[in-house]
């Protein structure tokens, strides 16, 4: 099985034009970050993160009780990463659930340039920086849904890459 194979077997879409949130356990807001500089700004977490240690992922979280996606996005990188986010700067990429949750959890996944240059450092866990997507792809503990949200942002021109796009 190859991991695109991998991917698409993993990582389930959502419409979001017909979405339940109450039908999940949990609900994420996740954002892949590009620096000032063009670089791709995810986070890998601790040895000590149970499930997900040594995961690379992107930055986000918990969706609060009344707080939408958006909100959760701007608080969230306020919080791990210092940035001033504008929700007008913020790509949607879609929403998807995957395997390693059991599709019980829903993450919206977006993209942000932070052309302002307003993030002041890294505050949860470690900063891992890359040139183009292939960099993060090679990863050997990415999350399936960074990796699908990742050639998304490849598929809609909003990061390098030097692999053809897929259709």
Known sequence: MTPAQTDIESIRPVD??????????????????????????LQQRPPDWGRSAGCLTMFGGHIEPGESPMQAIVRETKEELGADVLPSDVVSLGAVTEDF?????????YFWHDKRGTITGCYECEAVYYDRIEGALAHPKIMDYVRWFLRECANRGLLKTTAPRSP
């Open 16 to 41: 979001l034009t017909s979405i339940d949130q109450t039908a999940f356990v949990r609900c994420f807001a996740d954002c892949v970050v590009l620096t000032k500089d063009g670089k791709i700004l």
């Open 101 to 109: 949750t059991d599709h019980t959890e829903l993450v919206y996944g």
